[in-house]
């Protein structure tokens, strides 16, 4: 069963040509379902049958999203902080 902070890909949310979604585990309920979330902050409840561990490549995917969102988000509030002064 997967735990908190696992990264795990869904294969419910596979659309193709689109790959399915890889996510962090926030939550696991009693009746082992699971409650994800992708790097831009949403959040989604899978099944553990449709569920496996990511590949090296897949979380490290995800980490770089997360940081260029962060690096975005940073950068946002440089750029506001700088005219507000102006």
């Keep these: 069963m997967p735990q908190r902070g696992d990264y795990v890909v869904d294969h419910s949310t596979a659309v193709p040509p689109a790959p399915p979604w890889v996510g962090r585990v926030r ?12 790097p831009t902050g949403y959040a989604w409840t899978a099944a553990p049958g449709d569920l496996r561990p990511a590949t090296e490549e897949e979380r490290a995917a995800y980490d770089a999203q997360v940081c260029g969102i962060q690096w975005e988000r940073d950068a946002l509030y440089r750029q506001l902080r700088g005219g507000a002064r102006s």
């Design 27 to 38: 939550q696991t309920h009693r009746d082992g379902t699971v409650l994800l979330i992708t």
